[in-house]
Nanobody
Framework: QVQLVESGGGLVQAGGSLRLSCAAS????????MGWFRQAPGKEREFVAG????????YYADSVKGRFTISRDNAKKTVYLQQNNLKPEDTAVYSC?????????????????WGQGTQVTVSS
């Protein structure tokens, strides 16, 4: 069992930056691929970024490529999402998730453990 807790969300102006963190407890953090997802009001949950167990491989949604960076620190059991050049359309609740699969998937159904989410609001 892995518990995930996100932090770092907030209100920022368009063009600004935020750094989201997701701290894990329980389980073996380095055994999981990790992902960030987001869900805006009235929309389905969508994949944002994923990182492999070692951190050597990353995968991004086209909508955030070049603006967001996912990374992890296995010693700290934490995964990060650096968000730069934020846009109003990035407004959503961002959640981290842990996957036991060996491949980084972009579908929520491949992720077993989820955090409660942190709100990111980007004003225009």
């Amino acid at each position: 069992q892995v518990q995930l807790v996100e932090s770092g969300g907030g209100l920022v102006q368009a063009g600004g930056s935020l750094r989201l963190s997701c701290a894990a407890s329980g389980g073996t953090f380095s055994s999981y691929n990790m992902g960030w997802f987001r869900q805006a009001p009235g929309k389905e949950r969508e994949f944002v970024a994923g990182v492999s167990r070692s951190g050597s491989m990353t995968y991004y949604a086209d909508s955030v490529k070049g603006r967001f960076t996912i990374s992890r620190d296995n010693a700290k059991k934490t995964v990060y999402l650096q968000q730069n050049n934020l846009k109003p359309e990035d407004t959503a609740v961002y959640s981290c998730a842990a996957s036991m699969y060996s491949t980084i998937y972009n579908s929520p159904r491949h992720y077993t453990y989820w955090g409660q989410g942190t709100q990111v609001t980007v004003s225009s």
